[in-house]
């Protein structure tokens, strides 16, 4: 249920239309919460229907004309209620970490490689939310909004340095395996 989530806090942050919102989706909030535009789509038509959020009137109704959509109250208070309820972490489902378990039983042919292919995918994202950090988030922005959103950066920014630093160990352990078993 944390799709149509997502798209109200989107929402409530800026009145979008749906191109727009996919958009904003693919700089900011897909980042920890992917969804493709056809699912964003698809929810909008969800979350109107069920009176959360309303498309904004036009000034010349026209056909394949874009919809802008804003939230309503409804769609706030849905949102407050989610926001403030607990909800358990999920258990980490990671399909790197099977197949090195994997590889310990059948051989760890391509892993190593994948491992540093990983390694590189995260140092660049890692690269990307420090620019990011660095563009969105001077000194001296500190509002209660601009200090959750960095929370929220500083999080991702920790979970790629987690990567980095793990990786780097498995390609230590990697280079100190006996050739024969590095098959």
Do not use: C, N
């Not at 897909?30 to 009176?51: M, N």
């Not at 056909?63 to 999920?90: H, I």
């Amino acid at each position: 249920m944390s799709l149509p989530h997502a798209i109200l806090t989107a929402l409530l942050e800026k009145p979008s239309s749906g191109l727009e919102l996919t958009r904003r989706f693919d700089r900011s909030i897909g980042y920890f919460w992917s969804a493709t535009h056809q699912q964003i789509y698809r929810e909008l038509g969800k979350l109107e229907a069920e009176g959360y959020i309303r498309a904004l009137p036009t000034e010349q109704p026209a056909r394949g004309q874009k919809k802008s959509y804003e939230v309503l109250p409804a769609g706030r208070a849905e949102l407050a209620r989610w926001s403030a309820a607990a909800q358990d972490p999920k258990p980490l489902r990671d399909v790197l970490l099977l197949r090195l378990r994997a590889a310990a039983v059948v051989g760890t042919a391509g892993i190593e490689t994948d491992l540093r292919r990983h390694l590189d995918l995260h140092q660049r994202q890692l690269a990307e939310y420090e620019e990011i950090e660095k563009r969105d988030f001077p000194v001296g922005k500190d509002s209660l909004q601009d200090r959750l959103r960095h929370l929220v950066l500083q999080a991702g920014i920790d979970l790629e340095t987690f990567w980095i630093q793990w990786l780097t160990r498995a390609l230590e352990e990697f280079a100190d395996l006996p050739a024969e078993e590095s098959r």
